[in-house]
């Protein structure tokens, strides 16, 4: 159970939650399954985000049910004396009324028996869609025990609504409590970071053999010594060539001097995640082509930083940055003007893109790519279509997100530089990235991953020991 925030938080969440489900609905929400990985082992246990965002509970095999007129009952793990012996503490029904502040709370086991019961005489019933394996044949059948009782004057929900709809919006806008603990999960993980770089160039220093998962035990040191509960995602740590695979995990390749290194990590905190990259040269001393290409990216992260900003559309950032990034590939020889032409062209016609292939941004929550519509809620019908200069596929386009203060978003443009016709062999196999987490202000935006510096020379500095 999450202590740091007041139990009051959760109770306004639910009410406000409460408040969109009309007078005579009931919103169901369980928490994730626990997952088999081998033989009798699970993985290890992860709450699920939208339970957790109404609860602050972290125990397994639970569920939170609430009505319209804003009660909300829990339904929980018994106290089991043996089973705790095994499996640890168990908060139990007694006392979860206090200790999380519900009106109700239940054996988790009576959730069959109760749930036909509580469904009698709501006109909506609203889930999580798609989200829970199971979850709608389960709803299916406690609302065919609801009917098997309407010759007893029962009425049954005729309407099942997406809870997601509700609370994707409210997770979107980060209160006060979320901001505090995405600023310290921010700052556990670049503490993480400065330490992995500071220990490659030692190593290298000390000519010990460096691999890509010595590097992923020092983050990982760092994100537990911090009181970090585990990582937001699997850690990329990609030495040389591998930083052009996107999804590359920490493997075993070797970390030598010469080559860039990419780490894309971050440690969860209380249920908050943190998604920092870097991209450093292993011996702490950027080569000519590497610092052309970081500095080019350094710029356009910048760009697209001072784009973020209230009354700013999502997309803006990543215009900004994409328009630094083709004009750099321009001046470098990445691209060729005579055959892109000149910048407007190559935008217009995604020259980038072989370079450039994904978005500079996504919402950061609870979940690393946080749940959050990216289209303006008020202005969904107001489409126009393109057709895609690369696939020839036709686009809709809708208007992006305005941004708003509150908001969370990474702010992760880069340059991969994969060898083919035409590309300068200097910059053959060189992947770069620099991402940094941003919540947004009144005024801006507010960096919150700057705890491990960003700048070439700072990087190098840093790296000196
Ligand atoms: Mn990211």
Known sequence: MNTTVPTSVYAQRRARMAAQLGANGIALIPTAPERPRNRDSDFLYRHDSYFYYLTGFTEPNAWLVVTGDGTSTLFCQPKDLEREIWDGYRLGPEAAVGALNVDAALPVNELDEKLPQLLENRDTVWFPFAIHQGLEGRVAGWLNRVRARVRYGALCPEQQSDLCAILDEMRLVKDAHEQDIM??????????????????????????????????????????????????????????????????????????AGELVLIDAGCELDGYASDITRTFPADGKFTGPQRTLYDIVLASQEAA?????????????????????????????LLDRNKV??????????????????????????????????????????????????????????????????????????????????????????????????????QGCELITRGVPVKADEIEALMRG
């Not at 784009?307 to 321009?330: C, I, N, S, Y």
């Not at 996504?362 to 690393?368: A, E, K, P, Q």
């Open 183 to 256: 600023r310290r999960a921010a700052a556990i993980s670049a503490r993480a970071h400065v330490r992995t770089m500071q220990a490659c160039a030692r190593m290298l220093r000390a000519g010990q053999d460096v691999r890509e998962y010595h590097l992923d035990a020092e983050l990982m040191h760092e994100f537990r010594m911090g009181g970090s509960q585990y990582p937001a995602y699997s850690s990329i740590v990609a030495a040389g060539a591998n930083a052009c695979v996107l999804h590359y995990r920490a493997d075993v390749a070797p970390v030598r």
């Open 305 to 333: 930083a001072a784009a973020t900003k209230p009354g700013a559309r999502f997309t803006d950032p990543h215009e900004a940055a994409v328009k630094v990034l083709t004009q750099g590939m321009l001046d470098v020889g």
């Open 341 to 442: 032409g000149t910048l407007e062209d190559a935008i217009e016609k995604r020259a980038y893109f072989p370079f450039y292939m994904h978005r500079t941004g996504h919402w950061l929550g609870m979940d690393v790519h946080d749940c959050g519509s990216y289209v303006e809620p008020g202005e969904v019908g107001t489409v126009s279509e393109r057709k895609d200069p690369l696939s020839g596929e036709i686009i809709k386009n809708r208007p992006s997100r305005v941004l708003q203060p509150g908001m969370v978003l990474t702010i992760e443009p880069g340059i991969y530089v994969r060898p083919g016709e035409g590309v300068p062999e200097q910059f053959h196999h060189i992947g770069i990235r620099i991402e940094d987490d941003a919540i947004v202000t009144p």
